[in-house]
């Protein structure tokens, strides 16, 4: 499109250069295949919490429930008993409850990076992920909390780390980037829901509409008049449901309007506060003076890392789902290629600093510092090592290859590979450092206990549940951004071919 | 039938739907609205709007949080219960930034999230446009323009041919 504008302000000569070297047209791919209009995107997508829950649904919630039994019955064992029943002993006061923590933050960088970051660079590709990221992010923002939280030790003062007036009169201390942290993922949770929710506003709209046009019409189908009254009641549901969360949005232009300014504008401030937040966290170990901590690589190396464990969770959710529910017109290839390619992106950048952190031991030419990068690698925990380095340097590599990204079962597993490899990279941080600090004779080894175990390993239930949960009620993708790169969502009519999101997205004021 | 709130046209197709809205800002209506699924680029200045005002609400809540952060740092760690610890200054701008910080986002994003909500006169419990199935439509794939008729130019008769003219179907009144 770009270039037949061109062709025809050309002067011959330049067009007869323009014939001979023939430059090639380069197709961008559609973001919505198989030339489906906006009746079917809505109908897609809503359809998904319109139908009777299928089955798989419920084996899924309940496997996920039982898993997130476990979270509980570890943290009720811990608060009956005390810290003690985690594996912690001097020197190492920092085991799995970090470790776990770092881990779930980073998954949720993933969310906030294609729902701000993206959209400040006009990635029209994040439209049909962003709403299923932003909830992982949410819902690992969740998980992650629990682990500080209950770290405490006495669960029930862990108010005392916000500025809330107690009887000690003693304030938080803010010197400590302990403190720093609290706020950081306070705030960020808190603005993460506000920007999910700001995003899902319209979407409910629809959904409440919807609702409400079935009602209109009256006509259920069903094999039983009990099922026919069920539709019907479920329909009432959510017509006041989505009603009160839609807040009585009416698609009007003057609320686009106000909605996109504040869209944009919470893009801008999220972008920001996700690079804040994991430099935060990596200020909890790098403005600690510990060999292995104390490093200046710590912030950038925290947020790559972050970014990339949790593309590798957004292709861990959204491959199963795109094939239990057929999405595939949606999350296209491209979007897949796009996420690997990020992958191997971030993931090298991971892999740059494992390898910079070695240098700079060597040439910093302190020997507490070389000592502990040597025994990162080849001490006690060096299988932790193995682990973290194969899956997080090697790894994304493959992605270099279109076969590889192409193939949406092995992408998947190299995703669980992904998640993996950086849940031992906080662990090879965490431990390894606190291991064998400056006195051998107080160095120790750590093993979880059955409790840390459990308490892990329930996470992702309590994971699974919410994010099921939000399956089931809210819009998996929010279907006005969907549209809105749709070449029939272009107000121009450029409704041929391709690019049709460079126009719906470009410079504005081309008509006066 | 009962006072008419206004009158709702539906349009084919997003370009006749754009156009057709710069008809109706020429034809120099006041209160009236384009309504679509999805947000149309360029519907602001083709409906005759300004800019959104949603940044003022940003900013404020940006400066409230600063300030509070600045303030909440300095009053308990260096007025209202100073503590050594580590030998470190009770206050400077430098340590608590992280706070001011996360602070200046916490409360820009509820000023955006409210300044929009204010902006939008949102929640708003009822309208009356919500009681045409036509508008409810919307939802799906219908583009519609509503005129109002507490607008000083309506006329039942002659905004209904002009919605016409400018390539309006469906054309509805919808009751107060």
């Known amino acids: 499109m770009a270039t037949t504008s061109q062709e025809s302000s050309l002067d011959p000569a330049q067009a007869a250069l323009l014939a001979r070297v023939q430059p090639a047209e380069l197709v961008e791919q559609p973001l919505v295949t198989n030339n489906r209009d906006f009746a079917w995107v809505t109908n897609k997508i809503c359809r998904i919490v319109e139908t009777p829950t299928p089955t798989w649904w419920w084996v899924c919630m309940a496997v996920a429930l039982v898993t997130a039994s476990f979270t509980g019955l570890g943290l009720l064992w811990l608060v009956s008993t005390g810290v003690g029943v985690w594996g912690l002993a001097n020197p190492i006061n920092w085991g799995w409850a970090i470790v776990n923590f770092v881990f779930w933050i980073g998954i949720g960088h993933a969310g906030t990076l294609i729902s701000a970051v993206l959209c ?198 959204m491959l199963p789902l795109r094939a239990l529910y057929g999405l595939h017109d949606l999350i296209t290839q491209r979007h897949i290629d796009n996420m690997c390619k990020i992958c191997l992106g971030t993931g090298s950048i991971v892999g740059y600093a494992y390898i910079m952190e070695f240098f700079i031991a060597w040439y910093g030419a302190n020997p507490y510092e070389s000592f502990a990068f040597i025994n990162r690698a080849f001490g006690q925990y060096w299988w932790a090592y193995v682990m973290m380095f194969s899956c997080n340097v090697f790894t994304p590599q493959l992605f270099w290859f279109k076969k590889v990204r192409a193939n949406a079962a092995l992408v998947w597993v190299m995703s669980i590979f992904i998640n993996v490899g950086m849940w031992f990279e906080r662990f090879v941080i965490t431990v390894t450092s606190l291991a064998n600090d400056f006195l051998p004779s107080s160095w120790g080894y750590y093993s979880p206990t059955m409790v840390d175990i459990l308490t892990f390993f329930g996470t992702f239930g309590l994971f699974s549940v919410l994010f099921l949960l939000f399956l089931r009620f809210l819009p998996l993708m929010p279907i006005a951004e969907v549209k809105f790169v749709m070449p029939a969502a272009d107000p121009h009519g450029h409704d041929h071919g391709h690019g049709h999101g460079d126009v719906a997205q470009g410079g504005q004021g081309d008509h006066h | 039938m009962s006072e008419s709130h206004g009158i709702i046209a539906s349009f084919a197709d997003t370009p006749s739907f754009f156009h057709a809205a710069e008809k109706v800002r020429d034809a120099g209506y006041k209160k009236w609205d384009t309504y679509s699924s999805f947000p149309v680029h360029g519907m602001p200045a083709a409906q005759g709007q300004g800019r959104s005002r949603v940044p003022i609400f940003t900013f404020c809540g940006g400066v409230t949080g600063f300030t509070v952060g600045t303030v909440m740092v300095w009053f308990m760690n260096a007025f209202d219960y ?95």
């Open chain 2, 82 to 176: 100073p503590l050594i610890v580590g030998g470190q200054p009770f206050f400077s701008p430098v340590f608590p930034f992280p706070i001011m910080y996360e602070l200046t986002i916490l409360l820009s994003a509820f000023g955006t999230l409210g300044g929009m909500f204010i902006m939008n006169m949102l929640p708003q419990h009822y309208n009356p446009l919500f009681e045409s199935d036509k508008f409810l439509e919307v939802s799906g794939e219908r583009l519609v323009i509503a005129i109002e008729s507490r607008d000083a130019q309506y006329d039942p008769i002659a905004t209904r041919q002009f919605l016409e003219e400018i390539g309006g179907t469906d054309i509805e009144e919808v009751s107060a």
């Open chain 1, 120 to 317: 400040l660079l006009k990635q029209g590709w994040r439209t049909s992920i962003n709403r299923a990221a932003e909830a992982m992010t949410i819902f690992a923002v969740v998980c992650a909390g629990i682990f500080p939280l209950f770290h405490v030790g006495r669960v029930w003062f862990a108010w005392w780390l916000f500025p809330i007036p107690n009887s000690n009169a003693i304030w938080p201390q803010f010197r400590s980037p302990l403190e720093w942290d609290v706020f950081a993922v306070s705030t960020y949770g808190t603005v993460s829901v506000l920007f999910w929710y700001m995003g899902m506003i319209p979407d409910l709209g629809v959904l409440r509409d919807r609702a409400v046009l079935r009602l209109k019409a009256g006509a259920y189908e069903g094999s039983s008049t009990l099922k026919k009254k069920l539709a019907e009641g479920m329909d009432i549901f959510r017509k006041y449901l989505y009603a009160i969360f839609a807040m009585g949005w009416r698609n009007a232009g003057n609320h686009w309007r106000n909605y996109e300014m504040a869209y944009l504008i919470l893009a801008g401030i999220s972008t920001p506060l996700v690079l804040s937040v994991h430099t935060i966290v990596s200020f909890d170990f790098a403005l600690a003076v510990l060999p292995g901590w104390h490093t200046t690589i710590f912030p950038p190396y925290f947020v790559a890392g972050a970014i990339f464990s949790g593309f590798g969770m957004v292709l861990t959710l």
